[in-house]
């Protein structure tokens, strides 16, 4: 399997390489009023309106500023784009996921799986996985108010 890798602090999480368009320089962002605590706002990508997920917020990490080092993950879903900040993309890296480890529970959150690198071990993520159904209907509602 193929995720591309990403740190967050010192924490590295990963993301289904065919869930991640591109990685780009981070860039500021507009508040998205109604939408879920979870969506920071949302950004234009070639015309497109995308909402950016608060990666720190999902996993209770302290919240801070984007710097301007931070990158942003643009990816999908099977509904919609996704943009997500981050300190740090590793790259495209290729993993085994542990044994026994096909959908954990981290918190609320549901993690496709855990694999280890050469840095640690990896939280890969799944989009399709990432927004609870009351999530995802409140930022549907709030899309179609800024729309």
Known sequence: MYILAFYIDKNIYGLPLEQVDRV????AYTELPRAPEIVQGV?????????VIDFR???GL???AISIDDQLILAHNKKRPFALFCNQALGIK?????????????GEQLV??????????V???????FLTQNEDNTLDEA?????
Request: proline fraction near 6%; charge should be negative.
């Open 57 to 59: 917020k999902r996993f």
């Open 112 to 121: 496709k799986g855990v694999a280890r690198l050469a840095d640690g071990l």
């Open 123 to 129: 939280l890969i993520h799944d989009l399709n996985l």
């Open 94 to 106: 290729e993993v085994e996921e542990l044994p026994n480890h096909s959908i954990v529970l981290v």
């Open 62 to 64: 302290e919240q801070k």
């Open 43 to 51: 950004i234009d990508v070639a015309g497109s309106i995308v909402p």
């Open 24 to 27: 780009v320089p981070a860039l």
């Open 143 to 147: 899309l179609r108010h800024q729309a």
